[in-house]
């Protein structure tokens, strides 16, 4: 079977580790895959809003260092950085599910997820000093951003294990679920998101991830794409339902 499980229900596409013998440590393979299912998710008009999530009460204990000392990652196209590459990228709704261990780029990928629910089984750790390496996926830039520099420092630098609650409280995570639920309420708000206007989501996304910087900037960058979607079939849609009192149908 292999270690990366992808299925589409209902709009939404479903990507799983599926290492759990190994708490879904992370291969070349498994990142080859994973970016795989990623672009391919990104590319399917049937596809609506993605999750990712681990089998076996792992989300992942992150990179399978023998693997990596035995297929030493090199050049540009390596599978991790398109694993990266195409996480950071993704302009449709990225939801995350978490439960066991979420370490290093377990943790450092969370950072591009737009939604996040966890366990209270969910421990994260920015595991990379305590392995005489540096942190890796613009952490080092999104995790100052979200929590300061003297948490991110924190963090980084003692490089110590957090759990559920205090994820939630720095932001990482939007809710602490029971453990039996925590996948199916992830999937449940992807199934909202999968009935929403798709373009509407994904231009929203990039105006909040690919931000100019100034307020001025970003007003303009948002009044484009405001009268871009004011005049689109997804507009006349959701506006014609309401009038109607129904629930739109995104085509």
């Known amino acids: 079977m292999s270690d990366i499980l992808s299925e589409i229900r209902d709009g939404v596409k479903v990507i799983t580790l599926n290492r759990p013998d190994k708490k879904n440590a992370l291969t070349l393979a498994m990142y080859d895959g994973l970016a795989q299912a990623l672009r391919a998710g990104d590319a399917?008009?049937?596809?609506?809003?993605?999750?990712?999530?681990?089998?076996?009460?792992?989300?992942?204990?992150?990179?399978?260092?023998?693997d990596f000392l035995n297929n030493a990652p090199r050049g540009d196209d390596r599978p991790s950085l398109r694993f990266l590459k195409a996480i950071s990228e993704a302009e449709k709704p990225l939801l995350a599910a978490v439960r066991g261990p979420a370490v290093g780029v377990g943790s450092t990928m969370l950072l591009?997820?737009?939604?996040?629910?966890?366990?209270?089984?969910?421990?994260?750790?920015?595991?990379?000093?305590?392995?005489a390496l540096v942190p890796e996926a613009a952490s080092t830039m999104l995790l100052p951003?979200?929590?300061?520099?003297?948490?991110?420092?924190?963090?980084?630098?003692?490089a110590e294990a957090f759990d559920a609650a205090a994820a939630k409280e720095i932001g990482m995570v939007n809710a602490v679920l029971p453990e039996d639920e925590v996948l199916d309420f992830t999937m449940a708000q992807a199934a909202k998101l999968a009935r929403k206007a798709p373009n509407a989501l994904k231009f929203t996304k990039r105006l909040m991830k690919h931000h100019t910087g100034d307020?001025?900037?970003?007003?303009?960058?948002?009044?484009?794409?405001?009268?871009q979607q004011l005049k689109s079939a997804e507009a006349r849609e959701a506006m014609t339902a309401f009038f109607e009192k129904r629930a739109p149908k995104f085509s």
Request: proline content about 4%; overall charge negative; some cysteine.
């Open 215 to 227: 307020v001025p900037g970003q007003i303009a960058a948002e009044t484009t794409l405001f009268e």
């Open 145 to 158: 951003r979200l929590v300061g520099h003297q948490k991110a420092a924190e963090l980084f630098l003692l």
């Open 44 to 66: 399917d008009p049937a596809v609506r809003a993605m999750v990712l999530t681990g089998a076996g009460g792992s989300f992942t204990s992150g990179n399978d260092l023998k």
């Open 112 to 131: 591009h997820c737009d939604l996040v629910y966890a366990a209270p089984s969910a421990r994260f750790n920015f595991t990379f000093t305590n392995l």
